[in-house]
Structures are given as C-alpha cells and as structure tokens.
C-alpha cells in the first residue's frame, strides 16, 4: 500500500472520528444545559423558525460531514488548502457562498470540485461523469454572484481555497439534500451495507470503499426478468450489457482500477472476498434496458487480517503486495 495514499486515508478517517466526537458533544452541551422538555420545544422553535444551524471555524485542510455554516479566516498566508466534503450515500450537497472577502486579482482562490480529488485521482471518474473535468470545477471569483450556489451531483464534494492575507476569508453554508437516484458514492464509514439500484439509466454507477476491506455480495440483479429465463443465459458477463465489477487499486479512480472480479446474472450469491487494496470499488455496467440491483456489506479488515492473508478459503486480493 502506498504510504501516502495511507496517510491520506488515516488522515480523512481521523477527521471524520473528530467529526463525530464534535457533534456528539455539541448535542451533549445543549442536553445538559437545558431539561428535556425545554430542549424538545426550543428545537421544535428553532426548527420551525429555520434557525437551528450549527457553525463552526473552517481550518486549512479539513473534512466536513454535517450541514452547517462554516467560516475561514486566514491567520497567515494559506497557500495550499483543501476541505473534503462528504454526505450520506443517498444525499447530495448544496454549498452555498454565504460571505466572500478575498483577493482573487492577486492570486486568491476559492473554487469547489464537483467530487473528490487525491493524487491527481478523481472520483467519480471522468468517464462516470456527466460534466466533463473542466466543467466540474466551478471557480467562485470568476463567477461572482452569478454561481453563488452550487449543487454535487453526488455524496461528494470538494472546496479548494488560497488566502494570502491574513484577516481575509470567506463563509459557506453546507446542506444535504436528499438524492433519490444515488449513483456514484464514497462510504462514509469503513463498514456498512448498501443497495444500488440503477433502474433503465445508460450509466454506470460506482461505489467507492476507502478502506481495505471483507466484502459480502449478497444479491445482484440484472434485468427485470429473474429466475428461469437467466438460467439459460450464458454466465459469461463478456456478452451482457448489464453487469457488476469488483475494482481494487490505490487511488481514487474506478477506470484506473484493477478488475478483481465480474459477476452477472445467473449469480449464486452470497460471494466474500478479502480485499487488502487502498481502495475497493463496487461498479454497476447499466445498459439502460433494465432494472439492476446489487446488495453488498462491508467491514473493514483487522490490522492482523492484512498481515496474514493464510488460512481461510475466502478469496483475497491485494494482500500479497502489502
Ligand atoms: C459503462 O461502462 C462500460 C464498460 O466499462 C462502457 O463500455 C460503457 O460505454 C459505459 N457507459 C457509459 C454510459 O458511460
């Protein structure tokens, strides 16, 4: 595993650990300081009046995994800053420029990402994407007022910023919206369970885990037709337009992956597989001619499962080169 896609990953896990613990307390501030019943009718205010927005500093290089409203000032020059964006699977993000007190003439920037990029590595990627690369970077100095709200066309998001003067910065409120189509998706956590659903759309859809893990496929399903029909069909996924690939590799590119494993209909499941990679893609091939569904769960692999990849007779990948 390369050490600094590791670093990177540590680093994005460490954030969202922080993220958690910050909210937690937050919610624990606001239970102790008040009784139940107060606290129940002021959250019911604030909701009703569309108050209730949690804000906070933005620093340099951070991670944000809740809606709120969140402000960076520069305390020196920050040249090279990056805040990484991240909702639920099944939302997007609306990112809104609230307050914007910078020198874009002398080489300030504030530009979001429609998706995340590591290494030069972006994900989706550009093949998985309806707007090209160019137009997935939206640069809110050039556009003035004119694109002062900007939606991720997934779960993902990032914000890519320069402040050379100390004092100066900018606000943003970052809400989730919910997405009834989820397609392309970074799991939040390092275990789960998820559902693609991709149904009479010519796309593909990838599902990004940024952890090496053991996963589970549990059920695919190609084609509104089950059962009988797909029996007969050939098991060779080569011929069909409809199928689902297993992708593992160190980046954050699918196209750039290795392809570990294919599996189309008829499909026997449940299929486990250790995977030791940086990263492991789960990616559904749609054709737009059918309803397709893969369920697959996931758990991250214990520190000694990638050490001693011996003796078990599930199938693993990406361990001998660790
Ligand atoms: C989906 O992926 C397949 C195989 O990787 C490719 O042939 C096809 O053109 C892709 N479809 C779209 C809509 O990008």
Not at 14 to 36: I, V
């Amino acid at each position: 595993m390369s050490p600094t896609f590791r670093f990177q990953c540590h680093f994005i896990l460490f954030f969202l650990t922080m993220l958690r613990a910050d909210s937690q307390h937050l919610q624990l501030q606001e239970a102790t300081t008040q009784d139940p019943f107060l606290l129940l009718s002021a959250n019911l205010k604030r909701e009703l009046l569309g108050e209730q927005v949690y804000r906070r500093a933005l620093r340099c290089l951070d991670m944000l995994s809740l809606q709120g409203q969140f402000t960076f000032t520069a305390d020196q020059p920050q040249l090279h800053c990056a805040a990484f964006l991240i909702a639920q699977p099944d939302e997007t993000l609306a990112i809104q420029v609230d307050s914007v007190s910078m020198d874009c003439q002398r080489g300030d920037f504030l530009k979001v990402f429609d998706g995340w990029i590591l290494k030069g590595e972006m994900f989706p990627s550009s093949q998985d994407h309806p707007l090209s690369t160019a137009e997935r970077y939206i640069d809110i100095c050039e556009s003035g007022s004119s694109r002062r709200n900007i939606r991720s066309s997934q779960n993902v998001a990032m914000i890519f910023f320069r402040v050379q003067e100390p004092g100066n910065g900018f606000t943003l409120t970052i809400k989730m919206d919910p997405n009834l189509f989820p397609c392309n998706i970074i799991s939040q956590t390092p275990s789960g369970r998820f559902t693609m659903i991709v149904a009479h759309q010519h796309r593909n859809c990838s599902f990004s885990i940024i952890y090496p893990v053991a996963i589970k496929i549990a059920d695919v399903t190609l084609g509104q037709l089950s059962g009988p029909q797909w029996k007969t069909s050939s098991t060779d996924c080569a011929g069909t337009g409809d199928f689902v690939e297993l992708l593992g590799g160190s980046g954050l590119d699918p196209s750039k992956m290795m392809s570990l494993a294919d599996l189309c209909s008829p499909f026997h499941g449940p299929a486990q597989m250790k995977i030791g990679c940086d990263n492991t893609v789960v990616r559904m091939v749609s054709s737009g001619k059918h309803i397709n569904r893969v369920t697959f769960e996931y758990r991250q692999l214990e520190p000694f499962e990638l050490e001693d990849p011996n003796g078990n007779s599930i199938r693993e990948f990406c361990l001998s080169s660790l």
